[in-house]
């Protein structure tokens, strides 16, 4: 009986450690798949232009957390024009990048860029311009012959130009361009050593600011309407073997977007957290001033879409000007798949 009763508790407390064995086993399993579904993927992300307001949204996305809720892990750096982040793109050094739509339609129609695709809109309207101060005695783009202007080689307002020079009835050979880097062109103009620089217009309060002169604005949008401004590209192998991680990355950056557009003031001070060179007032001002070309007539209250019929337009625009060499359909430089819904 003795005998019995000790095999049944042998056997009881072997039950008992293989219970909690088993417990344990399965609870580091658990956390193990925990640890690996919590991973964050890193990107690294570039800005447009440098680091000024109209680009704050992505620094908005990390430091409130969107990103990392999307399972991201983002270094930002700052972009140098539509050229640079479509090669850094192409080229591996980057992921993600919001470059002009129409650089990059022009880039691609020309020959001159391939392999990255454009997945959401940041504005619906393009924001490109000249900005000159008073006292250059420019307010109309005929002015602007005879004038000095300044500009990152890759920039898509230098790009454009012949462009928006043949529409506007400018003599573009009249106009001398010279090169100069993003964080530098604000002080070339306010120095007078050129008459107008290539812009963004909501860039004007930072013109105001660096320069003390009022800005004299000369907007793409004037000649040429159906441009869309910045848009978010990747790679076209990204795009293709990464579909989910697109949606989601594209997802997280607009909640950014959206999120500064409704608190300017606080994008704005986060920018500064981040970027110490930052004028917050200034900063806050181009988001209020970029408002407008994020959410147009062209695309109600979404944020984001894209619209084939549009870059049809686009691109029938710079074909009649002469801008493209090869034809080019809007399902070659935007996946749409992937785009945001109207």
């Given at each position: 009986?003795?005998?019995?009763?000790?095999?049944?508790?042998?056997?009881?407390?072997?039950?008992?450690?293989?219970?909690?064995?088993?417990?344990?086993?399965?609870?580091?399993?658990?956390?193990?798949?925990?640890?690996?579904?919590?991973?964050?993927?890193?990107?690294?992300?570039?800005?447009?232009?440098?680091n000024f307001g109209r680009d704050s949204y992505a620094w908005v996305a990390k430091e409130k957390g969107f990103f990392?809720?999307?399972?991201?892990?983002?270094?930002?750096?700052?972009?140098?024009?539509?050229?640079?982040?479509?090669?850094?793109?192409?080229?591996?050094?980057?992921?993600?990048?919001?470059?002009?739509?129409?650089?990059?339609?022009?880039?691609?129609?020309?020959?001159?860029?391939?392999?990255?695709?454009?997945?959401?809109?940041?504005?619906?309207?393009?924001?490109?311009?000249?900005?000159?101060?008073?006292?250059?005695?420019?307010?109309?783009?005929?002015?602007?012959?005879?004038?000095?202007?300044?500009?990152?080689?890759?920039?898509?307002?230098?790009?454009?130009?012949?462009?928006?020079?043949?529409?506007?009835?400018?003599?573009?050979?009249?106009?001398?361009?010279?090169?100069?880097?993003?964080?530098?062109?604000?002080?070339?103009?306010?120095?007078?050593?050129?008459?107008?620089?290539?812009?963004?217009?909501?860039?004007?309060?930072?013109?105001?600011?660096?320069?003390?002169?009022?800005?004299?604005?000369?907007?793409?949008?004037?000649?040429?309407?159906?441009?869309?401004?910045?848009?978010?590209?990747?790679?076209?192998?990204?795009?293709?073997?990464?579909?989910?991680?697109?949606?989601?990355?594209?997802?997280?950056?607009?909640?950014?977007?959206?999120?500064?557009?409704?608190?300017?003031?606080?994008?704005?001070?986060?920018?500064?957290?981040?970027?110490?060179?930052?004028?917050?007032?200034?900063?806050?001002?181009?988001?209020?001033?970029?408002?407008?070309?994020?959410?147009?007539?062209?695309?109600?209250?979404?944020?984001?879409?894209?619209?084939?019929?549009?870059?049809?337009?686009?691109?029938?625009?710079?074909?009649?000007?002469?801008?493209?060499?090869?034809?080019?359909?809007?399902?070659?430089?935007i996946d749409f798949n992937l785009a945001p819904k109207a």
């Amino acid at each position: 009986m003795r005998r019995l009763t000790r095999t049944v508790a042998a056997a009881a407390l072997a039950a008992a450690l293989a219970l909690v064995s088993g417990c344990s086993s399965d609870s580091d399993k658990a956390e193990d798949a925990k640890g690996t579904s919590g991973a964050l993927e890193k990107v690294t992300y570039l800005t447009s232009f440098g680091n000024f307001g109209r680009d704050s949204y992505a620094w908005v996305a990390k430091e409130k957390g969107f990103f990392k809720e999307a399972g991201f892990d983002v270094e930002i750096k700052p972009g140098q024009g539509t050229n640079g982040v479509i090669g850094a793109i192409t080229g591996g050094q980057a992921e993600f990048g919001p470059i002009d739509l129409t650089g990059g339609i022009l880039q691609m129609g020309n020959g001159e860029a391939k392999d990255f695709v454009a997945v959401a809109a940041i504005q619906q309207r393009t924001m490109a311009a000249i900005v000159s101060v008073e006292g250059k005695n420019i307010a109309t783009p005929k002015d602007l012959e005879g004038k000095k202007l300044a500009d990152t080689p890759g920039s898509v307002v230098r790009n454009l130009f012949p462009t928006y020079a043949r529409l506007a009835g400018v003599d573009g050979s009249k106009v001398t361009w010279v090169n100069g880097q993003a964080q530098d062109l604000m002080g070339m103009l306010g120095s007078g050593s050129v008459d107008g620089i290539g812009q963004f217009v909501v860039g004007q309060p930072t013109v105001q600011a660096v320069t003390k002169k009022t800005p004299v604005m000369l907007p793409y949008s004037n000649v040429m309407q159906d441009l869309y401004g910045n848009a978010l590209i990747t790679s076209a192998k990204i795009a293709k073997e990464k579909p989910e991680m697109v949606k989601k990355f594209t997802t997280a950056l607009l909640k950014g977007l959206e999120y500064s557009l409704a608190n300017p003031q606080e994008a704005a001070d986060i920018l500064k957290k981040n970027v110490p060179a930052t004028n917050p007032a200034a900063a806050a001002a181009e988001l209020e001033l970029m408002a407008a070309y994020v959410r147009s007539s062209n695309s109600g209250t979404a944020i984001g879409t894209l619209d084939s019929g549009r870059v049809a337009k686009s691109i029938a625009l710079l074909q009649g000007a002469g801008a493209l060499k090869n034809d080019l359909t809007p399902e070659q430089i935007i996946d749409f798949n992937l785009a945001p819904k109207a």
